[in-house]
């Protein structure tokens, strides 16, 4: 089912690129938009987006400020822990994120981006890497990632996003297939984003909505460098909902952050527990 996902979703990409889908060659479009233009190609270094502090330049302001940003850029939002937002790398853009988990897993992720807004990777869960227990993993903790965005955040519109998402690790179920939507909103000095989403679970062909469907939410918080989010993943599922949150610090082309998963007792009989992350990004 991901293969078939995958194929088609990059058949959906070659059909954007044929259609003039990238609004530049070089730029890179992965940034969240600046308020009243559309979102692509205004980030000029992977992994970034404006605050909205600058949205009021003028065009050839914003010529001239490409490459030039400095600490004025924060790191893009991919996900909000487990949640994903709607965006996007930029064209060549390259990330790698590793998540260190309870009991020595390690969960890893890969994105290339094929787009500005679209790009494919891989993830892949490995149970007690760390440690002196037995590695054991199964054909479910390998699985392909893809995300399209279909419609680009612009003024008051979202952005709107259909992806691929998996596998799970640790307590985290499975997304499969979401649709995600995430809005910037004005807070200068900061940015805030606010996301939300349905996952249909990875099984499509045997998708029942009163079993399988799943809700999420989740707001970021950005100051230069420094980062906060909150969210609740997994609403709609019989044994309760996920409480998550983090903070994240991006040394470029490092980011390192700590996140506190099932917290409040949200899910009624889990336990609180902490994984480190660590992403790094670049290009190609």
């Not at 980030?43 to 605050?51: D, F, I, M, N």
């Not at 893809?146 to 519109?157: F, H, I, T």
Request: proline fraction near 7%; glycine fraction near 12%.
């Amino acid at each position: 089912m991901a293969a078939a996902f995958l194929s088609a979703a990059l058949a959906m990409g070659a059909a954007c690129s044929a259609a003039d889908f990238d609004m530049a060659p070089e730029d890179g479009g992965g940034a969240v938009s600046r308020s009243a233009t559309p979102s692509a190609d205004l980030s000029p270094v992977p992994g970034t987006q404006v605050p909205p502090d600058q949205a009021g330049q003028d065009q050839s302001d914003q010529d001239e400020d490409k490459g030039s940003l400095g600490p004025a850029e924060v790191p893009v939002w991919l996900s909000a822990g487990d949640v994903p937002t709607a965006y996007t790398l930029p064209k060549y853009g390259l990330r790698t994120d590793v998540r260190f988990y309870d009991g020595g897993g390690v969960y890893g992720q890969a994105y290339l981006g094929l787009f500005s807004r679209f790009f494919v990777g891989g993830a892949a869960n490995v149970p007690d890497f760390v440690g002196a227990g037995h590695i054991q993993m199964t054909r479910d903790d390998a699985q392909v990632l893809a995300r399209l965005q279909v419609l680009a955040e612009d003024g008051g519109v979202p952005a709107l996003s259909l992806g691929w998402d998996g596998p799970g690790y640790d307590r985290s179920a499975n997304k499969g297939l979401y649709v995600s939507a995430s809005k910037q909103v004005a807070a200068d000095p900061c940015v805030v984003q606010f996301s939300g989403g349905l996952n249909a679970g990875p099984q499509l062909e045997a998708f029942a909505a009163d079993r399988d469907l799943r809700a999420s939410g989740a707001m970021t918080l950005s100051f230069r460098n420094v980062g906060a989010f909150t969210s609740l993943d997994e609403m709609l599922a019989p044994h309760g909902p996920r409480w998550c949150a983090g903070i994240q610090a991006s040394f470029d082309p490092v980011t390192l952050g700590l996140e506190f998963q099932d917290l409040a007792s949200v899910r009624p009989d889990t336990p609180v527990s902490r994984l480190l992350r660590v992403a790094w990004n670049g290009s190609f």
